[in-house]
């Protein structure tokens, strides 16, 4: 009887969902479903194949809510603004962030307005996924039960539209609620303690490459499983392979038959915080802007939140100029607003046609859209050509003021002049170097001696400083006369950690002085010492030398960070400079004997080697995953970005653990060569589906540890020769 009361229970599932759903629609989506083809790798990697654009998007959508719905939901509640609708209250400024700067209403509007082609995309993401939860009743979305074909024009990444994480929420949150700040705060990512997220992006011309082809690494630094691998196929003249965000559309990061892209976390200067002198007239309020005075641009704004089984609901009064909305106070008459990039159309649009170009001519056209907010570009074709632009949506701005401040929105010299053209971007092509590397580092390092000069732009440009893994980039692929693909994945692992060479040196310096010596009456701590006077600064599972040297560094560096001046901004160079001045020798040596003491409380031993520490661990595949020692996980030899580690790992201990876990850093990574036939290689983070029952939750993760990658498959005929499963979405 159990096997009939199951299929009677679907059966009445399925009747409730197809209530939810318009008979016509259901059936538009079936028959869209038999145009589409997904077949299924023995990775588990879902190649699609459709007869247009629209249904390899369709497919794709399908395919990426059968590897992690809950992600897809999740991105959308957060980029639409309804994330307080499940998580409650503390949510309400996130979304109120999301609705500043585009509500649901505009994206309606901006998507009524869009070229056909882009209808036809943006419909097929909606309907994908909505045949999705037709066709599995039993899945339960925490709020999201239909999908809309203007919801990707609301979400803000970077490179897909002004990237409103910049804001800070706690300033948003004082402002808003009547908890004046009168502190000008950096944006919520850039606190110094937590693991640096980025990415790193390499280019090798023909004339260094032993098979006379360009290659391509592509090396996205996020939090794990951010990004899943697929492949687009369709019959008109789409075939991306790459890593594409849950929810979105189009490959992010990757490559076709004739060309890869690699986008790198870049600080260039896109958008602007502007102070606004407000004045109140006849109960109105006013903004200075020369001479005159506008009015402020006030709303109501409802937003609703769960409060136990209640959905309740609070309103804010929102502000905003010209500039845009106001996020803050910096005192008791003005205001903060942000200026950044709002053309959502047009960066989708980028983001969608630069998967289609077919070498640097066309790639650079699309680049003209000005689509891409706060990422860098590393390019490689089949004619054998590497580029590199640095940013790309780019405002022309009045250098006399310094840009990485707010500036007075009173003044018209502080307006935007338009937009810098690509060809005035800080850039490069085909360097006599051989080479481009960016690991969201300064432009003017990219390829070494052939690298742009940094005097012929404004500095608003490119402010970003040098990094250890830029170091560490330029190093490697300066030594190197030729590379393979395996050349390329080893360059992509060295093991070199660049930001201990200067802090190692100090810290030994330290104990031979008499008062470091005298500072600690560890027996441990000379033989410690020696072990860090010996490391080769390498990293690797077995050295102790590594545990030794990140475990102290991160104690004296929180120390010399409660010593830096107010606002001050550290890269990782002038963050290792402030750490050896600002601490005296007795302190570090007392630190390193403190972490001597901690290893032993948690291991027995002082000699830890790395990979006992540090491990890949995924028990749940929930967003937030769990961590517990006692269950099995693998050790991992690469460690945090932060001291150069140019494959990263950001791992900590977790609650209730001792060993480390890491969350963050490698997570899709590719080696590609563009000859006649495309070779590319690839390793996914743990796999491609979150569910812990799925052969493909884990299956990657030994080759991830050990940096190992697997052969990508392509082109149809090796699809298909190792295809594990076929078949329609529905089916």
């Known amino acids: 009887m159990r096997p009939l009361f199951t299929l009677f229970l679907l059966f009445s599932c399925l009747a409730a969902q197809a209530q939810a759903f318009k008979p ?52 959308y509640l957060t980029n639409i603004g309804r994330l307080a609708e499940v998580e409650g209250e503390t949510a309400l400024y996130s979304d109120l962030r999301a609705n500043l700067f585009l509500d649901s209403t505009q994206a309606i509007n901006i998507y009524k307005k869009s070229p056909p082609w882009m209808k036809e995309l943006l419909n097929a993401f909606a309907d994908g996924t909505n045949y999705y939860l037709y066709t599995h009743p039993t899945v339960k979305p925490k709020l999201l039960t239909r999908y809309q074909p203007w919801m990707p024009l609301m979400f803000s990444e970077g490179s897909i539209g002004g990237n409103i994480s910049v804001v800070p929420l706690e300033r948003l949150k004082a402002f808003y609620s009547q908890k004046k700040s009168t502190s000008w705060q950096h944006p919520d990512f850039e606190k110094q303690d937590r693991e640096p997220v980025g990415s790193n992006g390499f280019a090798i011309a023909p004339a260094k490459s032993a098979s006379g082809h360009a290659l391509l690494l592509i090396n996205p630094h996020t939090s794990f499983y951010f990004r899943p691998e697929v492949q687009m196929v369709s019959e008109a003249g789409l075939n991306a392979y790459g890593a594409v965000t849950w929810g979105q559309f189009f490959v992010y990061q990757g490559f076709n038959q004739n060309c890869g892209w690699m986008h ?8 602007d915080e502007y102070l606004e002198t407000i004045e109140e007239k006849n109960g109105k309020l006013y903004y200075k802007v020369g001479k005159k005075r506008r009015p402020v641009q006030v709303k109501k704004v409802s937003l609703a939140y769960k409060q136990g089984n209640q959905v309740l609901r609070k309103e804010f009064t929102t502000y905003r100029t010209h500039h845009g909305p106001v996020v803050g106070q910096q005192a008791d008459n003005q205001w903060v607003t942000v200026r950044m990039m709002d053309t959502p159309l047009e960066a989708l649009e980028q983001s969608y046609l630069r998967t289609k170009a077919t070498d640097y001519a066309s790639f650079n056209e699309v680049m003209k859209l000005n689509g891409n907010a706060t990422n860098n570009t590393v390019f490689a074709d089949s004619k054998g050509n590497i580029a590199y632009w640095h940013g790309n949506f780019m405002p022309i701005r009045d250098p006399q003021f310094d840009w990485s401040r707010p500036v007075d929105g009173s003044n018209p010299q502080t307006e935007w002049k338009g937009l810098h053209k690509v060809n005035e971007l800080v850039q490069v092509l085909n360097p006599a170097s051989g080479w481009i590397q960016n690991c969201n580092s300064t432009p003017f390092t990219v390829s070494g001696p052939s690298s742009p000069a940094k005097d012929k732009y404004a500095a608003y440009m490119a402010p970003d400083a040098e990094n250890y893994r830029g170091i560490n980039a330029v190093r490697v692929l300066s030594r190197r006369k030729l590379y393979t693909l395996d050349t390329l994945i080893a360059a992509a692992n060295d093991p070199y950690l660049a930001g201990f060479e200067e802090l190692i040196p100090a810290l030994v310096a330290a104990y031979q002085t008499p008062a470091g010596k005298a500072s600690t009456a560890s027996k441990a701590v000379p033989e410690a010492i020696e072990v860090l006077r010996t490391w080769d600064k ?51 040596v007392v630190a390193l004997a403190e972490t001597l003491d901690e290893l032993t409380r948690d291991f027995g031993t002082w000699k830890m080697p790395w990979g006992e520490v540090n491990r890949f661990q995924r028990l749940t595949g929930q967003i937030q995953e769990v961590y517990d020692d006692s269950k099995p996980s693998i050790p991992v030899a690469f460690t945090s970005s932060a001291w150069g580690s140019l494959a990263a790992f950001g791992a900590r201990a977790q609650t209730g653990t001792k060993k480390r876990y890491g969350n963050v850093g490698n997570s899709f990574v590719a080696v590609v060569e563009f000859g006649p036939r495309i070779k590319a290689r690839s390793v996914l983070a743990g796999g491609e589906n979150s569910d812990p029952n799925s052969p493909h939750f884990t299956d990657q993760a030994t080759m991830y540890a050990e940096q190992r990658f697997k052969d990508v498959l392509f082109y149809p005929e090796d699809v298909r020769k190792n295809a594990k499963k076929t078949y329609h979405p529905g089916e």
């Open 24 to 75: 016509e629609e259901i059936a538009r989506w079936q028959r869209q479903a038999k145009q589409v083809n997904i077949i299924r790798d023995q990775w588990g990697v879902p190649h699609i194949y459709g007869k247009t654009d629209a249904d390899a998007v369709f497919g794709l959508l399908y395919a990426q809510c059968e590897d992690d719905f809950a992600r897809v939901e999740e991105n």
């Open 538 to 588: 390498k990293y690797g599972k077995t050295s102790v030398g590594q545990t030794l040297a990140i475990y102290w560094a991160e104690r004296i560096q929180k120390l010399a960070r409660t010593r830096a001046l107010p606002d001050q901004r550290l890269d990782n160079l002038t963050f290792t400079a402030l750490v050896i001045e600002k601490t005296t020798p007795q302190e570090k």
């Open 264 to 271: 790198t976390s870049s600080q260039a200067d896109s958008m």
